[in-house]
């Protein structure tokens, strides 16, 4: 499979914005889905997901949840994190990514092995 992130962008703090990742193939039910972001100097880090094994079900980061939302279109094989209330410390290049690991490390970055080239999304204050 190979993905492709967009919808990146500059937004102010309490702005909106979605971001999307569109599958080459079928992806859901057949790959844990997740959603990355690396912040500069910091590590990649979890922000939501979907287990291959999960069917809707979506998983996000603490620090994320009541902000940002998970959806998929499984017709398009793509993928969409709706991020509101953004937040300043919400910049980083985020990054989309399939992998085969157990629904229990769905938050670790390690068990993914396809990774989109990643979106800039930007927040100032």
């Known amino acids: 499979v190979q993905l492709q992130a967009s919808g990146g962008g500059s937004v102010q703090a309490g702005d909106s914005l979605r971001v999307s990742c569109a599958a080459s193939?079928?992806?859901?039910?057949?790959?844990?889905m997740g959603w990355f972001r690396q912040a500069p100097g910091k590590e990649r880090e979890f922000v939501c997901g979907y287990s291959k094994s999960g069917g809707l079900n979506t998983w996000c980061a603490d620090s994320v949840k009541g902000r940002f939302t998970l959806s998929r279109d499984t017709a398009l094989n793509t993928m969409y994190l709706q991020m509101n209330n953004l937040k300043p410390e919400d910049t980083a290049v985020y990054f989309c990514?399939?992998?085969?690991?157990?629904?229990?490390?769905?938050?670790?970055?390690?068990?993914?092995?396809?990774w989109g080239q990643g979106t800039l999304v930007t927040v100032s204050s």
């Open positions: 990514a399939a992998g085969l690991g157990p629904t229990g490390l769905l938050r670790q970055s390690s068990t993914y092995k396809t």
């Open positions: 193939e079928r992806a859901f039910g057949r790959y844990n």
